[in-house]
Nanobody, 121 residues
């Protein structure tokens, strides 16, 4: 599976962005998909994950109520809708595919290249 993240950009605090994770090769339907982010000088951290069916979703505490992960298996794409963005959400956002929901990056087998999200104050 080859993943490609897109949709990042520059937005003011309080604004919204939707980032997408599309499979340019392979089918993501059987995989759990996670979103991670990495800010300069910091470790990569878990943001959200969704089960292969889409029925189960998981979020880090700091994004609960603001971010929504969803998937469209027919379109081979997973989305992360980000609302009420804060400057501390600024990071490169990566999507990854695995066979279990986990908050640990090493549990995911395939990674996209990342998309930059910058939130200005």
């Amino acid at each position: 599976v080859q993943l490609q993240a897109s949709g990042g950009g520059l937005v003011q605090a309080g604004g919204s962005l939707r980032v997408s994770c599309a499979a340019s090769r392979g089918i993501i339907g059987g995989y759990y998909i996670g979103w991670f982010r990495q800010a300069p000088g910091k470790e990569r951290e878990f943001v959200a994950a969704i089960s292969s069916s889409g029925r189960l979703t998981f979020y880090r505490d700091s994004v609960k109520g603001r971010f929504t992960i969803s998937r469209d298996n027919a379109e081979n794409t997973v989305y992360l809708q980000m609302n009420s963005l804060k400057p501390e959400d600024t990071a490169v956002y990566y999507c990854a595919a695995g066979t279990t929901t986990s908050q640990e990056p090493f549990e995911y087998h395939y990674w996209g290249q990342g998309t930059q999200v910058t939130v200005s104050s």
